[in-house]
């Protein structure tokens, strides 16, 4: 950050710049995709379903909505099991080290469609029968809660290791110095990795479909088939996801000016 | 003897398991006043979404008359072919009305009840393409199918599934090379390029065919007959032999009073159940 502000600052009309960059670039992306010979006058037709605008026949989520059920959800979970693993991580108990590198190792190391399918078909086994949207947050939690752990270890890491020295001089126990000291500022460096990691989350939950859930992907792929207008179902969602993304990247830039004043 | 407690536990949840899934299905069905049916999300005209974003088609429409005879609700649930054919239902789903064609390695995870329709394979290739006239010319050439589908095991020349004569089927073909596709959309995607440009033809069948020809007019066209029939089946879980035998009554009633005909002439245009 320190070496660029001060070019942008030097600079007059950096922003307009950039807008005027990102508007050839889009012209160009529509001039390619107008090149595929598209017929879009049935995305306007299916578009408020893929928006989940109303409920589906069977009275369920559907469409954006769902989307953004389980990701928001697996999000809040995957960041607490971070969190728990990263301490984990850094714990001298051999217990919460092997459980938490193991955890770690398994829901990073083996695909996602694998740990869905795991629990949705293999927990029946066992006996419960988990219904498709708890499962496909158990495992997209599990899964990213283990990419976090990474992020949020490297984060508590890289804190000056003078700030624990500091705590313990000041007679603070370690779990106080954790807690008030070292935990705010390794989360406030994570923000920017945790925000591309909810991203990729957004877009990894279409494999919930695969449970038979109607989430975005789910949907513009049927309607795709069924009108013989795949290509344009799938742009349709990919701009959906862009633009879900974007607000993402609003949010997560507010969250760092945020925090940074609050510092 | 520690060590064989969870040995224990296991044979006593089979043995329950097994003792407990006599008119299970049935029961569990007249409880809650709904048939769970799953289907395939996309396969039109047998099933998919239609414009007022419900399940329809063919098979959903059999679905409906077996709840209708039944005196309950039907609910239809859209899992991945991959979930609904690794069986092991565990009551999720109580029937699978979805053009399935029996093979030995799903009946060891499913229960076949009956027959219901057979579906015509066919060739597809573009509408301009002249170097396929019949089937036999697919030999040497590269031929679009749907991943893990019959069509693909067939050019594979591994397709084991009843014919009406009882003969195994002639593979009269040499050196087919198979492009299996994750969906036959992108198959059709890849073959509207050209023929030969990717592919030369598509094997499938002739239902969905028939609608994307009617659909696409002038890009495709079916090539000479049929190259064989494979019949389709409705699908249980494994295990329960009462709601096994109910719904082939079921099926069998449809098949005397019409209901089946008529609901294929509905979707197909002929009748593909007979």
């Known amino acids: ?263 | 003897m520690k060590r064989s407690v969870p040995i224990v536990c296991f044979g006593l949840t089979l043995l329950w398991s097994v003792a407990a899934s006599g008119g299970e299905t049935l029961d569990r069905i007249n409880k809650q006043r709904v048939l769970v049916g799953a289907v395939d999300p996309s396969y039109p005209p047998f099933s998919f979404l239609n414009d007022k974003n419900q399940m329809d088609g063919f098979d959903i429409d059999i679905a409906k008359a077996v709840a209708a005879r039944l005196g309950v609700k039907l609910r239809i649930e859209t899992p991945s072919w991959e979930v609904v054919t690794a069986g092991h239902w565990r009551g999720r789903w109580d029937v699978c009305i979805c053009s399935m064609t029996p093979d030995k390695q799903k009946a060891q995870v499913l229960d076949f009840v009956v027959a219901y329709y057979s579906s015509p394979a066919v060739l597809v290739t573009t509408a301009q393409n002249a170097a396929l006239t019949t089937a036999p010319d697919i030999s040497g050439k590269r031929i679009g199918v749907e991943q893990g589908s019959s069509y693909e095991r067939f050019l594979q020349k591994d397709l084991l599934i009843p014919t009406p004569d009882g003969k195994p089927l002639t593979y009269f073909f040499d050196k087919v090379r198979i492009a299996p596709y994750g969906n036959e959309d992108l198959a059709f995607q890849d073959l509207s390029l050209g023929a030969g440009k990717r592919i030369d033809a598509v094997l499938s069948n002739y239902g969905t065919a028939k609608l994307r020809l009617d659909k696409m007019p002038g890009k495709f066209k079916i090539v000479g007959d049929p190259l064989y029939n494979e019949p389709n089946w409705v699908a249980v879980d494994k295990g329960d032999t009462e709601w096994k035998v109910l719904l082939g009554q079921i099926i069998g009633e449809f098949r005397k009073d019409g209901t089946l005909s008529r609901l294929s002439n509905k979707w197909l245009g002929k009748d593909i159940t007979q």
Request: with cysteine; aromatic share 10%.
């Open chain 1, 1 to 263: 950050m320190q070496t660029t502000s001060p070019i942008r600052k030097g600079a007059s009309g950096f922003s307009l710049r950039v807008a005027a960059v990102w508007l050839g670039l889009l012209l160009i992306f529509a001039w390619f995709v107008s090149s595929f010979d598209l017929d879009f006058s049935i995305v306007f037709d299916k578009l408020p379903n893929l928006l989940g605008m109303e409920l589906s026949s069977e009275g369920a989520l559907q469409g954006v909505p769902l989307t953004l059920l389980v990701s928001v959800g697996s999000m809040i979970v995957a960041v607490l099991l971070g969190l728990l693993s990263a301490l984990g991580r850094i714990s001298s108990s051999a217990i919460a080290y092997g459980v938490a590198t193991f955890y770690n190792s398994f829901f990073r190391g083996t695909p996602l469609l694998v740990q869905i399918l795991f629990i949705y078909l293999g927990l029946p086994q066992l006996g419960p029968v988990p219904a498709a949207i708890p499962a496909g947050i158990a495992a997209l939690s599990l899964c990213y809660g283990a990419y976090l752990s990474e992020i949020f270890r490297a984060s508590i890491v890289a804190v000056d290791p003078g700030q624990w020295e500091a705590g313990e001089a000041l007679g603070m126990r370690r779990r106080t110095i954790l807690a008030r000291v070292i935990l705010p500022q390794a989360l406030r460096t994570s923000i920017p990795s945790v925000g591309t990691m909810f991203i990729s989350m957004l877009k990894d939950s279409s494999l919930v479909s695969v449970m038979g859930l109607w989430e975005i992907m789910f949907l513009a792929q049927s309607y795709g088939r069924s009108s013989y207008r795949y290509v344009e179902m799938l742009l349709t969602a990919a701009v959906i996801y862009w633009i879900l993304s974007m607000v993402l990247e609003v949010l997560q830039a507010r969250l760092e000016m945020w925090l940074r004043g609050h510092a």
